[in-house]
C-alpha cells in the first residue's frame, strides 16, 4: 500500500518515477526524460528565442508535455489498481482451492496451499482456521493449536470464538495425552 501511494505521489510531481516505483525503470526513465525534454524546449523557445512562430512552438510542446503528464499518472493508477486487485483475487483462489482439498481429505495438497495463502496474507483468519484443521486432521495437534491460537488473535470480532475454544480444550487433552 504504500509502495503504492508512493508511486501516485511521485507520478503527480515527475511522470515517469511512479512507473519507476513499481518496477518499469526504463518505460519510466524514458517517460521522465520525454517531458523534461518537452519543458526544456518549451522554455527554451519562451525565454531563449522568442520569434513570431513561437506561438504555435510553444502550445505544442506545452501539450505534448501535458499529455505525457497526464498518460504517465493514469497509466500508473491503472497499474496500482491491478496491483491492489490481483492478491484478493489470488487469496480467494487459494482459500477455495485449500478449503476443496481439506473437504476431499487431500490433506498434503491443502496445506500446502492453505500454506501459500498465510505466506500471501499473515493475518487472514480464515487461511489460518482451516491451516490448523489441517493439521488436526494429519494428526498434528501442536501446530494445529498454534494455527488456532493465532486465528484467536486475529479474530477482531471474535466470530471463530466459540469453536477455537472447544477445539484449544481437545487439542491440549491430545497433546497430554501424547506426552504423558
Not at 51 to 68: D, K, N, Q, V
Not at 74 to 96: C, D, F, H, Q
Request: with cysteine; hydrophobic share 45%; aromatic share 10%.
Amino acid at each position: 500500500m504504500k509502495r503504492r501511494k508512493l508511486a501516485l505521489l511521485l507520478s503527480v510531481l515527475l511522470p515517469g518515477l511512479g512507473h519507476v516505483v513499481l518496477g518499469r525503470c526504463l518505460f519510466g526513465v524514458l517517460l521522465a526524460f520525454f517531458y523534461a525534454l518537452c519543458l526544456e524546449l518549451l522554455l527554451v523557445k519562451t525565454f531563449v528565442w522568442p520569434f513570431e512562430l513561437a506561438s504555435s512552438y510553444i502550445w505544442g510542446c506545452g501539450g505534448l508535455a501535458a499529455a505525457i503528464w497526464a498518460g504517465a499518472l493514469g497509466w500508473v493508477i491503472v497499474l496500482t489498481r491491478v496491483e491492489v486487485s490481483a492478491p484478493e483475487e489470488r487469496r480467494e483462489e487459494l482459500l477455495k482451492e485449500g478449503m476443496k482439498l481439506l473437504l476431499e481429505e487431500e490433506l498434503a495438497s491443502a496445506e500446502e496451499k492453505l500454506r501459500e495463502l498465510v505466506h500471501l496474507e499473515p493475518e487472514d483468519v480464515e487461511a489460518y482456521l482451516y491451516l490448523g484443521s489441517v493439521y488436526e486432521a494429519q494428526g498434528e495437534p501442536k501446530l494445529a493449536r498454534n494455527c488456532f491460537k493465532t486465528c484467536l488473535n486475529l479474530d477482531r470480532k471474535r466470530y471463530w470464538k466459540e469453536f477455537l475454544d472447544s477445539h484449544l480444550k481437545e487439542l491440549r487433552a491430545a497433546i497430554s495425552n501424547r506426552s504423558g
